[in-house]
């Protein structure tokens, strides 16, 4: 099944997508999708076939989880963004940085270059959801913990993110992570499956990659993640980018005003966002 968070004209909601249409499952049950993340099943048991409420033209998108505790972003986690970068292409464990949920927006929102910078790069990723709280995690048993994916384009801002050896400042400007448009549970997509995984900048495929050449894959993140922190119901991971990010193109390719960028998961869909400059 599909889910979504969403606004409509009374307010925000969840509920999950049918076709073209939108079924509200806030009006009808009362929380947001990261109340309900343990409980998915329940309501794809009892709502199925419950009436639209909604054509999809007629909502906007919020992100996925609009309110996670925790966003875990993944770096490096690509051979070819390893040597794009000329990393060492060996690692003992993914490194990791923090997204704060007021950076992220919603599938068909804007994402906004901050008026501090013109370095402003895209990360086609997928994106997991935990549905099952845990720490120390096995990784035979990581994937019972995962609720769903969905698409993720970890926006950067370059120079901020690589002023320092640490990355989060040019991780969190406001709007810069996109997550959406849905999230697709288990019985769709199994988690053990490949998926194709592109970035289109403008209709360009910039980024073409599949998401078994992860180096460090998700259950072994989900272990590693879970060895140092407790993952709760809601909390996002963000499992690392392909090659071909626009920083390390001769000449560098950044997303300008005006640009629309797509991120394409199989499985999922695609995340469709407009770029445009913040005005002061």
Request: glycine share 10%; aromatic share 8%; charged share 20%.
């Amino acid at each position: 099944m599909k889910f979504l968070s969403f606004t409509h004209p009374t307010g925000a909601s969840f509920g999950f997508q049918r076709g073209d249409h939108v079924i509200d499952l806030g009006i009808r049950v009362g929380g947001d999708l990261k109340s309900w993340i343990t409980r998915l099943d329940v309501l794809a048991r009892d709502y199925a076939d419950a009436p639209a409420d909604y054509r999809v033209e007629d909502i906007q998108f919020l992100p996925v989880i609009p309110n996670p505790g925790k966003i875990l972003c993944v770096g490096l986690n690509y051979l070819e963004h390893r040597r794009e970068g000329n990393h060492a292409e060996t690692a003992s464990a993914p490194p990791l940085f923090i997204r704060f949920p007021q950076s992220q927006c919603g599938h068909l929102a804007p994402m906004v270059i901050p008026a501090e910078s013109d370095a402003f790069d895209f990360e086609a990723e997928m994106a997991v959801v935990i549905g099952k709280a845990g720490r120390r995690i096995s990784r035979e048993n990581a994937l019972a913990h995962i609720a769903g994916i969905s698409a993720y384009n970890d926006g950067s801002v370059r120079d901020w993110q690589l002023a320092t050896n640490q990355w989060t400042p040019g991780k969190n400007f406001p709007a810069t992570g996109a997550f959406g448009p849905v999230l697709v549970t288990p019985d769709e997509v199994p988690l053990t499956r490949s998926l194709r995984l592109q970035c289109r900048l403008n209709g360009q495929v910039m980024q073409d990659a599949t998401t078994d050449l992860m180096m460090f894959p998700v259950a072994d993140q989900i272990a590693h993640i879970s060895t140092f922190v407790t993952l709760e119901p809601g909390d996002v991971i963000v499992t690392g980018t392909p090659g071909g990010v626009g920083f390390r193109r001769d000449p560098k390719v950044y997303m300008q005003p005006g640009d629309v960028v797509e991120i394409d998961l199989e499985g999922v869909g695609i995340l469709r966002n407009p770029v445009v400059k913040e005005r002061l």
